[in-house]
């Protein structure tokens, strides 16, 4: 599978942008799903993922309430809605793949990953 991540963007503190992360290949339905980001100097960390189920998606403690991941089948599709940004928030954001029932949140298990997304959350 091939993954295109898309809609980063500069952004207030305060506003909304959404990421797209599009499969080609394959359904992305066979899937567990992750988004990470990286901060410069930074390790790549965990953000928000969803299994192959849809069930129970995991959210980091600094996005909870703030982000919202979810799966569009017909646009083979993970999208990543993020609102209230806070500077801290800016990073380059990847989605990766796992073809796996049961995955951790963690960058290590997936192999299938797209090219990065930078957001920027300024003034």
């Known amino acids: 599978v091939q993954l295109q991540a898309s809609g980063g963007g500069l952004v207030q503190p305060g506003g909304s942008l959404r990421l797209s992360c599009v499969g080609s290949?394959?359904?992305?339905?066979?899937?567990?799903i992750g988004w990470f980001h990286q901060a410069p100097g930074k390790e790549r960390v965990q953000v928000s993922c969803?299994?192959?189920?849809?069930?129970?998606?995991y959210y980091a403690d600094s996005v909870k309430g703030r982000f919202t991941i979810s799966r569009d089948s017909a646009k083979n599709a993970v999208f990543l809605q993020m609102s209230s940004l806070r500077p801290e928030d800016t990073a380059v954001y990847y989605c990766?793949?796992?073809?796996?029932?049961?995955?951790?949140?963690?960058?290590?298990?997936?192999?299938?990953w797209g090219q990065g997304t930078q957001v920027t959350v300024s003034s």
């Open positions: 990766a793949a796992e073809p796996s029932a049961l995955l951790a949140c963690d960058p290590g298990p997936y192999n299938y």
């Open positions: 290949g394959e359904t992305l339905d066979n899937y567990a």
């Open positions: 969803i299994s192959r189920r849809d069930s129970n998606p």
